[in-house]
């Protein structure tokens, strides 16, 4: 049974179902539940009180399409299969992690959806959160459903709770105003269809995260996401600390693995190197593994590897219950410092491109 619907329809479709006993056999039946699970902590905590009444938490699948695509799904065998990346998994080594998904496209006829979500409920709750989980995440015991979500859940559990006040310092807001985007005309967000002409809704967040355990203990991760802008792209970048040996006249750029999810679909090291030349002259260059470069046959769609896991019983690259409500509860202390400026932009920068990055 596939819930591509909204969650007010969830309970009648469920009390259906379950009266009916269309999804009454434990391991055969499955419930796949396509987001957005839940408007807020509440709603979330009341969507799987229900579901569990009347199914088995291993027969619901909560799925999240980013889960499914290749590269995501490569994280984890870069991380723990490769001995030489794992020991720099760090605060000792890593400075910075960067975590962003842009859109070019608007919000366009999606407005009646989308100006009562905005951009931290539709993204940052559930895609860049898994992001975040699968980077920051310890090795599970084994590569099994049970313990990578255990992990997922252990670390997000250990993300800093945010304060009104650092809701304020530590979270930017923004929506698109008129303008170009890839040489076309642009509406301002406010002139989209269906959206209110007084609308604080994000259409932008910018982000600094902090997850106070051992392995990352002062290391910010900043969080990205919006409409509207340059180009569409979804890439994480894991800045390592600079060299202690500073014995070069040039600048040294900080090595950066970048992992491009789309559209590039590769892993980049970026590392500096000595320009040809009589003169000790240093340049930035690149190594790159390509999916295009490296495999001959098509990747499969993210949706097509999700529905056959699902069909399988293989619940590895979905969410169990408690990620959506601890991830929930990470984003609720800045809805709630936002509903309490009752439509004050102070903390909301109005552009038509991304604004500057958040400062560490």
């Not at 590269?71 to 990346?85: G, H, K, M």
């Not at 709630?336 to 102070?346: F, L, T, V």
Request: aromatic share 10%; hydrophobic share 40%; glycine share 4%.
């Amino acid at each position: 049974m596939y819930y591509s619907v909204a969650p007010s329809f969830i309970e009648v479709i469920s009390n259906g179902v379950a009266q009916h006993n269309i999804a009454s056999q434990r391991d055969k039946d499955r419930i796949v539940v396509e987001k957005p699970f839940g408007t807020d902590l509440a709603s979330a905590k009341g969507l799987n009180d229900l579901l569990n009444k009347l199914f088995y938490e291993n027969q619901i699948y909560r799925i999240d399409h980013y889960l499914g695509k290749e590269v995501v799904q490569n994280i984890a065998a870069f991380r723990f299969a490769n001995y030489i990346f794992e020991p720099l998994w760090n605060n000792k080594f890593i400075d910075q992690v960067q975590i962003s998904v842009t859109e070019s496209v608007s919000v366009g006829t999606r407005g009646s959806y989308y100006d009562k979500s905005g951009a931290l409920r539709d993204m940052v709750q559930n895609h860049l959160l898994q992001l975040l989980s699968l980077v920051a995440m310890e090795c599970p015991g084994n590569y099994d459903a049970e313990d990578i979500r255990r992990q997922k859940v252990k670390v997000l559990k250990k993300v800093r709770p945010f304060t009104t006040a650092t809701a304020v310092q530590d979270v930017v807001r923004a929506q698109y105003t008129k303008g170009e985007v890839k040489g076309k005309e642009q509406v301002g967000y406010k002139e989209e269809t269906n959206v209110a002409r007084n609308s604080t809704t994000e259409t932008y967040v910018a982000m600094k995260v902090w997850i106070d355990n051992p392995r990352w203990k002062g290391v910010p991760f900043y969080l990205r996401t919006g409409k509207s802008l340059e180009r569409q792209s979804s890439v994480i970048v894991v800045q390592f600390k600079d060299s202690p040996h500073k014995i070069f006249k040039d600048d040294v750029v900080p090595n950066r693995l970048v992992i491009s999810i789309q559209p590039e679909q590769k892993i980049s090291l970026l590392f500096e190197g000595k320009v040809p030349g009589l003169e000790m002259k240093l340049k930035p260059l690149e190594m790159d593994f390509s999916y295009h470069d490296s495999f001959i046959e098509e990747a499969p769609e993210a949706y097509e590897t999700l529905l056959l896991d699902a069909l399988e019983g293989d619940a590895t690259q979905f969410i169990r219950a408690d990620q959506v409500e601890t991830a929930w509860s990470i984003v609720m202390p800045i809805l709630n410092a936002w509903s309490k400026e009752k439509g004050d932009m102070k903390n909301t920068r109005l552009v038509a491109g991304a604004p500057k990055k958040l400062k560490s």
